[in-house]
């Protein structure tokens, strides 16, 4: 029976690049158990936002780790990182919203990130392809950017392989058996023992892999849609910046020679179905598109190059899990944000598992615990998702 030091379940961004950080601090027998295949699930069907503007501690100190970690993998790995700095504009609708994102400033700069607040005035120089009298001013940091999903899973992929971890792709977890030291987990693919266990399962899979073991994981899928037009309008510069408008729930990025809208509908339900392939929801996209081509008039009649769907995992207040609810079982979650903290998530789950500690985090913001009473802190800059 192949015994591992550590075995993740899960083979998307935050499985392998915990597998990732733990073999570059010398943990030597490491697997990953993979339904499907490395990288197949939300991962590659993100739309690959990275971002450091986020609405807590946990969620800013994340995305600043996560960009700089992406582009030391490429570096060592002599290949694109997939990284693109474009810079990004997270816009206030509302008079609260003004309020909200002006304190978060100053937040997000005692984290070491460049971040300040525009008014309509200068964001109208700044930015003259946006409707600015819709809106009372943005937060803006220039080193923001996004990755291109395919290439960072094949770099992260790669690194695993190349490190010596073994990968089991089309590998079903069916069972977990605690021992008097370590875990016996039952696959499709054989019976493995562990010392470790880490379900990093993602929004298919988390909840299931902890009732295995009869901890509730409070992670859900649900729908959240992109399209992509093939040609970038005259209006638009080549490397344009990313624009965030959090109350409609969209969000716009250059995309090879077009532009990516990501869109999410507030009244969206938990999709409880283990489809990674869900159905595109174009009434949705019609009620949303008036409100895009006002605020962005270069985007109206473009015609669509593709559109689809992933899921994204979300936590009721959008922030990760990562945390050891018993002995030798981990549990890593994303809150909403795989793409954008993977490297750093698995980064802090290596270190929990080696150094039995989580450094920088407030504990509040990353225990599986704090789901038992009602959220006192939240991430205030993310898409909207179900509330339940």
Known sequence: MPSYD???????????WTAYHLAKRGVQRI????RYWAGFGAT???????RQQGGSETAVKLGKWSRQLYQELGRELGLGSGFVEVGYYVVASTPDERAAFQELVALRQRCGIENVWLEPDELRQRVPFVDWSRYEGATYTPDDGFVYPHIVARNITYAVLRAGVALFEECTVEEIEPLSSGYRVRTTRGTFEA????????????????ALLGIDVPVSAARHQIVSFPERPADLPPAFPMLFVLA???????????????????EEQPDPTERF?????WDYFERLR??????????????LGRAWTGSIDYTPDHLPIIDEPRHGFYVLAAGGHGMMWGPALGMKMAELILDERVSELPAEEIRLDRFREPGKVRDAIALPFPTR
């Open 6 to 16: 550590v075995l993740i379940i899960g083979g998307g961004n935050l499985g392998l």
């Open 277 to 281: 392939l869900l159905e595109f929801d």
């Open 290 to 303: 008036p409100d895009w081509e006002a605020a962005i008039p270069a985007l109206r009649g473009l015609r």
């Open 195 to 210: 010392e470790r266990v880490v379900n990093a399962a993602g929004p298919r899979g988390a909840r299931r892999i902890g």
């Open 248 to 266: 409609k729930g969209y969000y716009l990025r250059p995309d090879e020679q077009g532009v990516l809208l990501g869109m999410s509908n507030p």
């Open 44 to 50: 590659t069907r993100s739309a690959g936002i990275v």
């Open 31 to 34: 697997a990953i158990c993979e």
